[in-house]
């Protein structure tokens, strides 16, 4: 039986309706529209799907949706701007540390 939710992500309180065992990449892929945050593997190897959670690096593919009520989640898309680059993002450029760049959000 899906349940409101309300998750705080990127700063902004999103209100969702989920079931129980609906896993956190899902809600914020399908009903929150932040398709930065990618499935690779959807086994807990990969780290694509990694976002924040209360400022700790999470893979967001082995969190259930209703766990995450009351803490801060970021997303790729919280954090920097095309004029303003994260340090992390701005490293990737420097760097070239990039691959196919699929994973890179995570
Ligand atoms: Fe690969 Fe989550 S999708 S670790």
Redo the contacts with the bound molecule.
């Keep these: 039986m899906k349940r409101p939710i309300t998750l705080t992500v990127n700063g902004a309180v999103r209100p969702a309706v989920v079931e129980p065992r609906t896993l956190l ?1 899902h809600v914020l892929r399908d009903d929150l529209n932040l398709t930065g945050t990618h ?11 990694t976002v924040l959670i209360d400022g700790l690096a999470v ?1 967001s ?1 082995t969190q259930l949706a209703i766990q995450c009520e009351g803490q801060a989640i970021t997303t790729i898309e919280g954090i920097g701007t095309i004029e303003e680059l994260h340090p992390l993002q701005a490293a990737f450029w420097e760097k070239h540390g990039l691959q196919c760049g699929f994973c890179t959000p995570g």
Excluded: E, L
């Excluded at 499935?39 to 799907?49: K, L, N, R, V, W």
């Design positions: 990449v499935i690779g593997c959807d086994t807990s190897q990969c780290g694509a799907c893979k593919c």
